[in-house]
């Protein structure tokens, strides 16, 4: 089980008391601190925070009155308050009150502030445990078990298809994919997912992530080849206030808000040399360094890195570092293309279809036949987001309640020649007249502008010049009434007359 350190807010206007406090408390816990009321609730806003220590007497209102504050935003934070005698009586009715917890008084010992804030973090796990237990005491039976259910198809629509969210046909290539991820996500080593653009990496990536050891803590993600150097140093690492021109702030990086969890890391292959570097460092030695910091932190992060390059052949170019390729590739699973997966575009069309649907609250019956035949005809250069992107423009144009192969894309539809790069050298070389080859191309041609025009063959014949008598001669030499699909090397399939 791995369990993150417990969150301290340190609060005081004393930049040297506050310094004081960390250097202390900074082996055990992790800490924040705010010179300021207002800098202390932007920190509450964006971390999570279980225990507060707050000085009394700060220039804009006291430590007793901003604890208050927080006791009614964030309910769930244990307040702690730290003063001197002088102030004694007036804490210790804020604390009867029921609004702190305890009353440390200056000057404080070391070993007793920690035993103290080891036991308000305690306090705050039993507040937890007690309200999930207190709302289960409060269901029944029936009620736990359809909750039960409820969560476990959120689970599973979260990753449709299967347990790992990869839609795919049972005894097809992606089953072997499926086994690997089951295979090592229990396990905590890096991972290296590549592929090309648009092959579901980051849907890997999750598959891992939630079903390994780590599911219940954060899992982050970053595009490597997004953004440049040092804004990717910011983003990976944080910063502190002042590091660099517009760090108003301090901001907590990725890899620290991952913190027993797992980062994701996608087009690794694009990063400098010189990030490299720190990036090797970060996986070496488990710690990170803000900019503008001199203090390192320990993270406990499992790296899943993704990449479309081939980084074996960017080591061997020297273009990626060795040492840092066998860090993140202790295991290496491949995406294969779409191409190579074309019994699962019909599942995996239907499973876009329904999520584009969603998105856009426009609902349809599902596909033609003829529709699906001429999707896993084509090669898809950008693989499952092409296809995404083309079922979400055919819902769009869509009149009927079924996806016609009209309303596919002509790049799209013309997928017989343009469904290899080989197959145009082929058609050259085929055996056979000119005449014949010529004819062939004919006939990809008609079909693909017969579909466009939902088989309306006076449009058709008008788009290509020809009589309705020209274009009948041709469909009926061709054997072209109502195609279901055009394989290469293979003529036209009569499948009806209508």
């Not at 983003?235 to 502190?240: I, P, S």
């Not at 907590?252 to 890391?265: H, Q």
Request: hydrophobic share 40%.
């Amino acid at each position: 089980m791995i369990v993150s350190r417990p969150s301290i807010l340190v609060v005081d206007d004393e930049p040297r008391s506050v310094e004081a406090l960390e250097r202390i408390l900074e082996d055990e816990f992790d800490v924040f601190t705010a010179t300021s009321v207002a800098e202390a609730r932007r920190i509450l806003e964006r971390e999570w925070i279980q225990v507060v220590l707050c000085d009394q007497r700060m220039p804009e209102i006291t430590g007793v009155a901003f604890l208050a504050e927080v006791r009614s935003r964030w309910p769930e934070v244990v307040r702690m308050i730290i003063s001197g005698y002088a102030d004694a009586g007036d804490i210790i009715d804020a604390i009867n009150e029921g609004g702190i917890f305890q009353y440390i008084s200056k000057p404080w010992e070391p070993d007793d502030l920690i035993l103290k804030l080891r036991n308000a973090v305690q306090v705050f796990r039993l507040q937890r445990e007690n309200e999930q237990l207190a709302i289960e005491l409060k269901l029944k039976p029936e009620t736990l078990a359809r909750r039960a259910e409820e969560r476990r198809r959120a689970l599973q629509s979260r990753f449709a298809g299967d347990a790992f969210g990869i839609v795919r046909r049972p005894g097809g290539c992606m089953d072997a994919v499926c086994d690997l991820i089951r295979t090592v996500a229990p396990f905590d080593v890096n991972v290296l997912i590549s592929g090309e653009s648009g092959t579901g990496k980051e849907l890997c990536a999750r598959a891992l992530h939630y079903n390994s050891l780590r599911r219940d803590r954060p899992f982050v993600t970053e595009n490597c080849g997004a953004i440049p150097d040092e804004l990717l140093e910011s983003e990976l690492f944080g910063h502190k206030r002042g590091a660099f021109t517009g760090a108003v702030e301090d901001r907590v990086g990725l890899l620290e808000r991952a913190d027993g969890g797992t980062i994701f890391l996608d087009e690794i292959g694009e990063i400098s040399p010189a990030f490299q570097v720190k990036l090797l460092r970060v996986l070496q030695e488990g710690e990170i360094r803000p900019l503008g910091s001199n203090r390192r932190r320990r993270v406990n992060v499992r790296v899943i890195a993704a990449t479309n390059r081939d980084l074996r052949e960017e080591v061997r170019a020297g273009r990626f570092r060795q040492d840092l390729y066998y860090r993140l590739a202790t295991f290496v699973i491949h995406m294969p293309a779409l191409r190579d997966r074309r019994e699962d575009i019909p599942l995996l069309a239907r499973h876009l279809l329904d999520e584009a649907m969603t998105q856009l609250g426009k609902r349809v019956d599902g596909f033609t036949e003829e529709a699906l035949a001429c999707l896993q005809a084509y090669h898809w250069p950008g693989n499952v987001r092409e296809l995404q992107n083309e079922i979400k423009r055919m819902l769009v144009l869509a009149k009927g309640r079924r996806l016609g192969a009209e309303l596919i894309s002509a790049h799209v539809l013309r997928a017989v020649p343009e469904a290899e790069p080989e197959e145009l050298a082929s058609l050259a070389a085929m055996e056979g007249t000119l005449k014949e080859r010529i004819e062939r191309l004919e006939a990809m041609i008609l079909k693909e502008t017969l579909i466009r025009h939902r088989w309306n063959k006076t449009r058709a014949a008008q788009e290509l010049g020809l009589s309705r008598v020209g274009l009948r001669s041709k469909l009926e030499r061709y054997g072209l009434e109502k195609v279901e699909r055009l394989t290469p090397g293979a003529g036209a399939r009569k499948v009806g007359g209508r």
